[in-house]
């Protein structure tokens, strides 16, 4: 089992909708997490960084951690079709010496 | 904002050369890594240092080495590339331990 499970999509979803995206995890010692954004031929980039369980908010993007569940999610508001890219999400240990673990990635797709 | 630059975006190399991969950051980062990124397995941490001359072989260091001689710059060295090694090469750096990582936009590498 991995330690971090992501669906690989590709998800598909109209100009305007609510995008949900998820990641589950086994190791109970993940204690910050991420959701970067990688766009075709280019390098992942940082959207969110989370350390606590709850809700952090950035303009449309929403990162939602659930310790408890070992389950983390990123919302799109009034996805754009900018918003097209892979996202991954990564998570790490204060233990583990600056090493995180990535998602596979989920491909997006937002249709004009 | 953090700076991450790879030297060269795309590289193509002969079966048997020594390939060299330069990173350089801006922001006075301790801790830099090496990714490797291929389709359907993700990102795999190659090495990583959390500081000048000092590195920690990652998840896949067969083939590789590293080097680190001045903070801002680590380079990533194939010592007899092989086909194998046809990826997209991913640097990535952090301020420390719960630090989220900053990553350039890539080189992508071929072997022939």
């Known amino acids: 089992q991995k330690e971090v499970e992501q669906d690989p999509g590709p998800l598909s979803v109209p100009e305007g909708a609510i995008v949900s995206l998820n990641c589950t995890y086994s190791n109970s010692a993940f204690q910050y997490f991420m959701w970067y954004r990688q766009y075709s031929r280019k390098g992942p980039e940082l959207l969110m960084y989370?350390?606590?369980?709850g809700n952090k908010e950035d303009g449309r993007f929403t990162a939602q951690v659930d310790k408890s569940s070992k389950y983390i999610s990123l919302f799109i508001r009034d996805s754009q079709p900018s918003d097209s890219a892979t996202y991954l999400c990564?998570?790490?240990?204060?233990?583990?010496?600056?090493?995180?673990?990535f998602g596979s990635g989920t491909r997006l797709s937002i249709r004009p | 904002d953090v700076k991450v630059t790879q030297s060269s975006r795309y590289l193509v190399k002969r079966t048997g050369e020594k390939v060299f991969l330069e990173c350089v950051q801006d922001?006075?980062?301790?801790?830099m890594f090496w990714y490797r990124q291929d389709p359907g397995l993700g990102l795999r941490l190659i090495y990583f240092?959390?500081?000048?001359?000092?590195?920690e072989k990652g998840d896949i260091p067969e083939g590789y080495s590293v080097s680190r001689e001045k903070k801002e710059r680590f380079s990533l060295i194939l010592e007899s590339a092989s086909t194998n090694q046809t990826s997209m090469y991913l640097c990535?750096?952090?301020?420390?331990?719960?630090?989220?990582?900053?990553f350039g936009d890539g080189t992508r590498l071929s072997i022939l």
């Open positions: 922001m006075d980062h301790e801790n």
């Open positions: 990564a998570m790490g240990a204060y233990s583990s010496a600056s090493k995180i673990i």
């Open positions: 990535a750096s952090n301020g420390g331990t719960d630090q989220p990582q900053h």
């Open positions: 240092s959390y500081d000048v001359k000092m590195k």
């Open positions: 989370t350390y606590s369980s």
